[in-house]
């Protein structure tokens, strides 16, 4: 089955850190950019940061960038992301997805697969 | 960044009626290259992952039922349900993919009159 399977959220306090993993199957993976997408409570989709399918490149939204890392093991099918410095607005459920890249540097794409998301919340 | 507007933020339409979604982008969303709509529609039902619709503005994905179609180009766009099923019943979001960052509409609520 073609799936993406999150894991690692979790309740934290502010100024704290997490790592989520996003485990793949079913395509080939090292060939395909990946993304994280988040949606927070009472809001829309917001994009997070992709990484290309060889890892060597990435990309962040500016509310994230400095605080979040995203990184791949292609030798494991795992997509991660390191959350550092998380504040409340941070609270929001995260997707990993797959990309389908309409540019040759993947900062640009649709996503035509999702996982079932994990839930951080930041709070005291 | 490009801002995607979507219209209405709700809409509650009968069974077998017509649904009908609005996007609009702050910029062209057209490539001139290749002539094509950088523009995804997305579905999201409760408790589900968001799921790919429409690609291209108007290019439906396997699979998906042929009641939903997507119209539009530069910075208006349209997701059309033609038949509202009870099973569609779902936020709906439309993203731009012509420039970084990558942003979505706030989203459509989609219920049943």
Same mark, same amino acid.
């Given at each position: 089955d073609v799936q993406l399977l999150e894991s690692g959220g979790d309740l934290v306090q502010p100024g704290g850190s997490l790592r989520l993993s996003c485990a793949a199957s079913g395509f080939t993976f090292s060939n395909s950019a990946m993304t994280w997408v988040r949606l927070?409570?009472?809001?829309?989709?917001?994009?997070?940061?992709?990484?290309?399918?060889?890892?060597?490149?990435?990309?962040?939204?500016?509310?994230?960038?400095?605080?979040?890392?995203?990184?791949?093991d292609n030798s494991k099918n795992t997509l991660y992301l390191q959350m550092n410095s998380l504040r409340a607005e941070d609270t929001a459920g995260y997707y990993c997805a797959?990309?389908?890249?309409?540019?040759v540097s993947d900062n640009r794409g649709y996503f035509d697969l999702w996982g079932r998301g994990t839930l951080v919340i930041v709070s005291s | 960044d490009i801002?995607?507007?979507?219209?209405?933020?709700?809409?509650?339409?009968?069974?077998?009626?017509?649904a009908t979604i609005n996007c609009k982008s702050s910029q062209s969303v057209f490539?001139?290259?290749? @002539?094509?709509?950088?523009?995804?529609?997305?579905?999201?039902?409760? /408790?589900?992952?968001?799921? *790919?619709? %429409? +690609?291209?503005?108007?290019?439906?994905? @396997?699979?998906?039922?042929?009641?939903?179609?997507?119209?539009?180009? /530069?910075?208006?766009?349209? *997701?059309? %349900? +033609?038949?509202?099923?009870?099973?569609?019943?779902?936020v709906y979001y439309c993203q731009?993919?012509?420039?970084?960052?990558?942003?979505?509409?706030?989203?459509?609520?989609v219920e049943i009159k």
């Open positions: 927070a409570p009472g809001k829309g989709l917001e994009w997070v940061s992709t990484i290309s399918g060889s890892g060597g490149s990435t990309y962040y939204a500016d509310s994230v960038k400095g605080r979040f890392t995203i990184s791949r797959k990309q389908y890249s309409t540019a | 801002v995607m507007t979507q219209s209405p933020d709700s809409l509650a339409v009968s069974l077998g009626e017509r490539y001139n290259s290749n @002539s094509k709509n950088y523009l995804a529609w997305y579905q999201q039902k409760p /408790g589900q992952p968001p799921k *790919l619709l %429409i +690609s291209w503005a108007s290019t439906r994905e @396997s699979g998906v039922p042929d009641r939903f179609s997507g119209s539009g180009s /530069g910075t208006d766009f349209t *997701l059309t %349900i +033609s038949s509202l099923q009870a099973e569609d019943v779902a731009q993919h012509y420039s970084a960052p990558l942003t979505f509409g706030g989203g459509t609520k």
